[in-house]
C-alpha cells in the first residue's frame, strides 16, 4: 500500500501484518509475516515468539484437550456420569471412604452412609470433609442438649424446694399423698418422667398432692382409714372452720375461679357426704 502526499515525496510501503512490521499487526513476531492475512490477524497467534513457541504451545494444549472431563448433561445416562465421577476421583467400591467414627458412635450410620456417597459421586475428599463437618455439629448439639437437661433439673429441683420452704411442715404429709396417688393410678416412672417434662416439676409434683389430698378425702368421709390426713385433719367440717377463720381465705372462696373457692366447695360437698354416712349408720 502506499501514500502519496503533496511535496511528491517517496511511497511509504506498509509491510503484510500492519504497520510497524514483524506481522501479525501492531508489532507482532516476524513469523507471522509469512502467514496468510487472515491468520495474521488472529490475535491469539500473536503470544508466540517464534514457530517453535508455536509447535509446543500446540502439543501442550493437545495434552490439556486431552485431559479434559466434560460434565455430562441434564440427560446424560448413569453410564455417562458414572464416567465423569471417576475421572474426577470417585472411588471404584463405595468400601474404600474413609470415614472417621467418633467415640460412641455408632458404626452403621458410616456404612449407610457410604453407597449414598458413591452414588451421589463424591470423591473420598469431599467425604472427608462431609463427615468431619457432621462429627463436629453433633458434637456440638451434643452439648447444648446435655447444657439444657443440666439446667432444666437445676431448675426443676428448685422449684421443688421452692415448694418445701412455701409448704413447710406440711410439705411430707402431702409428698406422701402424692406418692400413694401415683401408686394407686399405677403411675410408672417413665410416665412421670413425661409429666414433668410437660408440667415441669413442682407443677407434676402438686397435681398428684392434689389427687392424693381428694382421695384421702374420700377415704376418710366413707369411714376407711387414711394412714395419716392431708393436713393432719381428716373431719372437712373441722377443716371447713378452721380455714373459715382466715379472712383472706374466706375472702378468696367466694370468688369463682379461685382455688379457694373449688377447695370450699369439695369440703362442703365432703361434709355433707360424711353427714349422710353418719345418718345412714344411725338408722341402721
Do not use: C
Amino acid at each position: 500500500m502506499s501514500d502519496g502526499n503533496e511535496g511528491g515525496g517517496a511511497d511509504i510501503i506498509v509491510p503484510p501484518g500492519g504497520e510497524g512490521g514483524g506481522g501479525g499487526g501492531g508489532g507482532g513476531p516476524e513469523w507471522l509475516s509469512g502467514l496468510s492475512e487472515d491468520l495474521r490477524g488472529d490475535a491469539t497467534l500473536t503470544r508466540y515468539a517464534d514457530v517453535e513457541a508455536l509447535a509446543r504451545g500446540h502439543i501442550e494444549t493437545k495434552r490439556l484437550a486431552s485431559s479434559r472431563v466434560i460434565l455430562p448433561g441434564n440427560d446424560a445416562d448413569d453410564a455417562a456420569w458414572n464416567s465423569f465421577y471417576e475421572a474426577i476421583g470417585r472411588p471404584k467400591d463405595p468400601a474404600e471412604y474413609q470415614i472417621e467414627i467418633p467415640d460412641g458412635a455408632d458404626a452403621a450410620i458410616a456404612d449407610k452412609f457410604r453407597p449414598i456417597a458413591h452414588q451421589l459421586g463424591l470423591t473420598p475428599k469431599q467425604v472427608t470433609g462431609l463427615v468431619g463437618w457432621n462429627n463436629e455439629l453433633a458434637t456440638a448439639l451434643q452439648g447444648e442438649a446435655s447444657a439444657a437437661a443440666e439446667a432444666k433439673r437445676a431448675e426443676g429441683g428448685a422449684s421443688i424446694e421452692a415448694l418445701k420452704a412455701e409448704l413447710g411442715s406440711d410439705y411430707g404429709v402431702k409428698e406422701k399423698l402424692a406418692q400413694d396417688a401415683a401408686r394407686r393410678f399405677g403411675v410408672e416412672p417413665e410416665t412421670a418422667d413425661k409429666l414433668v417434662e410437660v408440667l415441669g416439676d413442682r407443677k407434676a409434683v402438686e397435681l398428684f398432692m392434689r389427687i392424693g389430698e381428694q382421695m384421702g378425702e374420700h377415704r376418710r368421709v366413707d369411714g376407711e382409714p387414711s394412714g395419716g390426713g392431708f393436713g393432719g385433719g381428716g373431719d372437712p367440717d373441722a377443716t371447713l372452720s378452721a380455714k373459715m377463720l382466715d379472712g383472706n381465705w374466706r375472702e378468696k372462696a367466694g370468688t369463682k375461679g379461685t382455688p379457694e373457692h373449688a377447695e370450699y366447695n369439695r369440703l362442703v360437698e365432703a361434709a355433707a357426704r360424711k353427714e349422710a354416712v353418719a345418718r345412714q349408720r344411725k338408722a341402721s
